[in-house]
């Protein structure tokens, strides 16, 4: 783990600690730190991930293996390995984000609605950290989630390019782990329901192992996404690796 990465852990964990010993509730931005701690835990470097896609009428879903490599907070290249959508690849640039598709001359441009549908949105919700995109403001309501006695917190996108405008997350009391969340459109129209399923320690850190994804938008409802994180690896990315052009002759 980097020093920077530490530091931001630091900046997660101690003050939900400081608030919750104190106060014993802690403040909004540390509630959106912690949450996003253990899903961005590379500075530098590729998770794997196992994508399935099904509807929720109990049928056998379609499964893909990704690639997503990150470097600072917002550049991600997303390469499926395998599956129906095995050569494609999503790249994504701060607000700009390209689909790449095998044997095309040149990457296309995707638009900051299209990038919330289909393959496109597995890389949007996989690099989204909640502290970027939304002010928070804890909500009163004592609620919990599969069970666990949670905070409730209103989320609002932090400006009007934010894909996601406004949601609610939920977070333990104990731990302030995310548990669920749901996010909405600008327009107000709910777009994700987010399940975050299955933790695990990976080298004294929580990282997490499972989320689900489930479609609420009309064109997609009744469709769920489930994201297994197979591994984290640190590691340098060569220069150009977010370029489009040279993206799309990456391996």
């Known amino acids: 783990m980097s020093d920077r990465h530490r530091r931001l852990m630091l900046l997660g964990v101690l003050p939900w600690l400081a608030a919750a010993s104190v106060e014993h509730r802690p403040s909004p931005e540390a509630v959106l730190q912690a949450a996003d701690a253990p899903r961005h835990v590379l500075d530098e470097g590729v998770m794997r991930i196992r994508a399935t896609v099904r509807q929720d009428d109990g ?52 638009s900051p609605n299209q990038r919330l549908f289909g393959g496109a949105s597995i890389g949007d919700v996989a690099r989204l950290k909640f502290a970027d995109e939304f002010t928070a403001t804890l909500l009163d309501a004592a609620e919990s989630v ?96 977010f370029d489009p052009e040279r993206a799309r002759e990456l391996p």
Not at 76 to 95: H, N, P, Q, T
Not at 160 to 186: F, I, M, N, Q
């Open 59 to 110: 049928m056998p879903g379609i499964e893909t293996i990704l690639d997503v490599y990150v470097r600072g907070e917002d550049e991600a290249l997303c390469v499926f390995r395998s599956g129906a959508l095995e050569g494609r690849k999503i790249l994504m640039a701060g607000d700009r984000v390209w689909l790449i598709l095998p044997k095309t001359t040149h990457p296309i441009r995707v």
């Open 146 to 241: 599969d069970g666990v006695a949670c905070l409730a917190v209103e989320l609002k996108g932090r400006t009007r390019k934010s894909a996601y405008g406004s949601g609610t997350l939920w977070v333990g009391k104990e731990d302030g782990l995310p548990r669920r969340a749901v996010l909405s459109l600008p327009s107000g129209k709910e777009a994700k329901e987010l399940r975050f399923v299955a933790y695990a320690e990976d080298h004294g850190r929580t990282v997490l192992r499972r989320l689900e994804i489930h479609h609420l938008l009309p064109s997609e409802r009744g469709m769920v996404t489930t994201l297994e994180f197979l591994g984290y690896d640190a590691e340098t990315l060569p220069a150009g690796f």
